[in-house]
């Protein structure tokens, strides 16, 4: 099945943490992204890469990093920099025929 | 700046009635305009993916409208059913090649359909 994964499912961060979530997909897409969800404020881009070792800060950028070294695969860092990480996390690629994005299911990051 | 917006935030309606939700965007410059779902703590499923130069798309119950002229986009979803429940977003792809093909989210409607 084609599709994107993403892990963990669930994901409990202390203070002070740094925290990686994957994201990989098997839709031989160039463009990924992530964005994040916090409730009823809908989802904000964090960071995107169009092609391999290339990626772009979005709005939300500041306290995470990404990595885009596979085309199959781009990771996301939350630092301890970031203040407030608590939220879910959705990971995107985009087909390149229609522009159309498909997401992943998601992580929820909490903060303890 | 583009911003997207839909209301109402939340709908509640009793099995079997047809019903629209809506989308507007401020800046009619955009490459595409898609409709997802989303069911409580998952990811987004696409719905309907409209191009700038088309007017309407359809998939089964599903009927999304574009007019760039107004601002506006609208889901029409008929005979709606209890499956039917879960939180509805549109989101605006920029002209501008250079935002990457970033979608701009509205804030989604919130969908109860009573049995």
């Known amino acids: 099945d084609g599709g994107i994964t993403q892990s963990p499912k669930y994901l409990f961060r202390k203070e002070g943490q740094n925290v990686t979530l994957s994201c990989e997909q098997n839709?031989?897409?160039?463009?990924m992204y992530w964005y994040r969800q916090d409730p009823g404020q809908g989802l904000r881009l964090i960071y995107y890469?169009?092609?391999?070792?290339?990626?772009q800060k979005g709005d939300i950028a500041e306290g995470y990093s990404v990595s885009r070294e596979k085309k199959e695969s781009f990771p996301l860092t939350v630092t301890s920099a970031q203040k407030n990480p608590t939220a879910f996390y959705l990971c995107a690629s985009r087909g390149d025929l229609y522009n159309e994005q498909f997401f992943g299911p998601g992580t929820r990051l909490t903060v303890l | 700046k583009q911003e997207v917006t839909q209301i109402p935030a939340a709908l509640s309606v009793p099995e079997g009635e047809n019903l629209v939700l809506n989308c507007s965007f401020t800046?009619?410059?955009?490459?595409?305009l898609q409709w997802f779902r989303q069911d409580p703590g998952k990811g987004l499923t696409s719905l309907l993916l409209?191009?700038?130069?088309?007017r309407e798309q359809t998939s089964g119950r599903l009927n999304a409208s574009l007019d760039k002229s107004s601002g506006r986009s609208t889901l029409y979803i008929a005979a709606s059913q209890p499956g039917d429940s879960a939180t509805y977003l549109c989101?605006?792809?920029?002209?501008?090649?250079?935002?990457?093909?970033?979608?701009?989210f509205g804030q989604g409607t919130e969908l109860s359909v009573k049995p």
């Open positions: 800046d009619s410059a955009i490459y595409n």
């Open positions: 839709l031989n897409h160039d463009a």
């Open positions: 409209i191009q700038s130069s088309q």
């Open positions: 989101a605006a792809t920029p002209w501008d090649y250079n935002q990457g093909g970033k979608l701009i």
């Open positions: 890469s169009q092609i391999v070792n290339d990626f």
